[in-house]
Every structure is written in structure tokens, then in C-alpha cells.
């Protein structure tokens, strides 16, 4: 596609529930990243995917978020039996070989756990 | 671990005033910089970049400098305009032996450009 697609742009969810958020990434961009930017916060690094590379999960924060990408394209961030403090903006990016640092980002997912 | 520090916003100026957000990082390797801007209701996009010590990174009419020496990367424009009314946000990455292609953000700074 055009850019980087993200869904659901806004999520309300129940604390405890589990949520999936999706990203479809730049065709042909072989990196995609998630960050988490809170409330007066900074981005959040939480999980990279290069290529067919066992993923970097060093940024997420706990054993309750899980990241996939399938086929090297579409990604799926899970995040499981939600907290308040979940609650944030999860961003994606892609990025290419020739630019791995030129990060196209999508609009992000507006996550709110009440 | 890598880190970036800038300047807490927000950062309020009158229109064709002079801009500094100051940016300063902590690292292992030999970063790239980088300067990405979030305009509001848009995602954050790319605005300038720098690979090695003293290159200038410039688009739009801002400009930053790598300095390695003051391990800093000042983001800087002569005259703003209320379009430019943003976060900006400061990033590194390693760039060698690293080259994982992961970023690391600052903060974010709040400008806004009043009439």
C-alpha cells in the first residue's frame, strides 16, 4: 500500500479483556516496529521484525504483549487481560533496506482500557 | 543503555522568531541522529537526519548539526511559522556494528507558533 495501515485508529476495551492490534506494513519494507507513546511520554521501543530474523522483543514490558508478523507483511500486536496503564497510542513503522532508519509510521491505535 | 535527553516543552514563539530544541544523547557505537515531527492529527514523519560527526541535516528550513564532541544535535530554524507548530521528537540509532535499524526517541517538544 501507500503507507503504513493501522486498526482498529481507536480501541476501547474493558480492563482484563484482550486486544489485537493490526498493522499492514509498506509493501516490500522488509522491517516493521511497534512503540507505545503514553500521555506526556516519549516513544516506547517494544518489539522490531527484520526480514525472516527471530524478532527483537526487548522493549515489551511484559509477558502480557505478544507481537507476530506473518508472511513477512501484516504484524499483529496481542495484548492480553489489559491494564489501566496500557492505555496509549501503539504506533507502527516500516522501513526498507535501502533506509532502514527512514521509518514511515502509520497513525497509530488509540488505545483506551477503562 | 543508549539514551536521548531534549529540552522540555512546551516551547511557545511568536511567528518568524529564531528556534533551538536542544538534544543531547548518550551512546555506544557510532549513532546516526535523527529529527522526527508529529504534526497534529498526523503520525510522525521524518524530518532531517545526520550518519557521521559534523554532517548538517536540513529540510524545511531546519537544520541540525551531529556534534560529537558535545554529543548533541540541536535542531534549529531562523524564522517559524505557525504551520510549524509540532512535537519533535529527537532519535538515535546504531549505526555501527549495530545496524539494527531500531530507533531510540526522545521526549518530545512541544512547539506552538502564535501569530
Known amino acids: 500500500g501507500a503507507g503504513v495501515s493501522q486498526s482498529p485508529s481507536n480501541k476501547v476495551t474493558e480492563k482484563g479483556k484482550d486486544v489485537e492490534l493490526r498493522c499492514d506494513p509498506i509493501s516490500g519494507h522488509t522491517a516493521l516496529y511497534w512503540y507505545r507513546q503514553s500521555l506526556g511520554q516519549g516513544l516506547e521501543f517494544l518489539i522490531y521484525f527484520q526480514g525472516n530474523s527471530a524478532p527483537d522483543k526487548s522493549g515489551l514490558p511484559s509477558d502480557r504483549f505478544s507481537a507476530e508478523r506473518t508472511g513477512g507483511s501484516v504484524s499483529t500486536l496481542t495484548i492480553q487481560r489489559t491494564q489501566q496503564e496500557d492505555s496509549a497510542v501503539y504506533l507502527c513503522a516500516s522501513s526498507s533496506d535501502r533506509d532502514i532508519y527512514g521509518y514511515t509510521f502509520g497513525s497509530g491505535t488509540r488505545l483506551t482500557v477503562v | 543503555g543508549d539514551s536521548v535527553t531534549q529540552m522540555e516543552g512546551p516551547v511557545t514563539l511568536s511567528e518568524e522568531a529564531f528556534l533551538t530544541i536542544n538534544c543531547t544523547y548518550t551512546a555506544t557505537g557510532y549513532p546516526s541522529l535523527f529529527w522526527y515531527v508529529q504534526y497534529p492529527g498526523e503520525g510522525l514523519q521524518l524530518l532531517l537526519k545526520?550518519?557521521?560527526?559534523?554532517d548538517k541535516g536540513s529540510n524545511k528550513g531546519f537544520e541540525a548539526t551531529y556534534r560529537k564532541e558535545t554529543t548533541s544535535f540541536h535542531l534549529e530554524k531562523g524564522s517559524v511559522q505557525v504551520s510549524d507548530s509540532a512535537v519533535y521528537f529527537c532519535a538515535l540509532s546504531d549505526r555501527w556494528p549495530g545496524n539494527t535499524g531500531k530507533l531510540i526517541f526522545g521526549q518530545g517538544t512541544t512547539l506552538q507558533v502564535k501569530p
Open positions: 545526520a550518519t557521521k560527526a559534523d
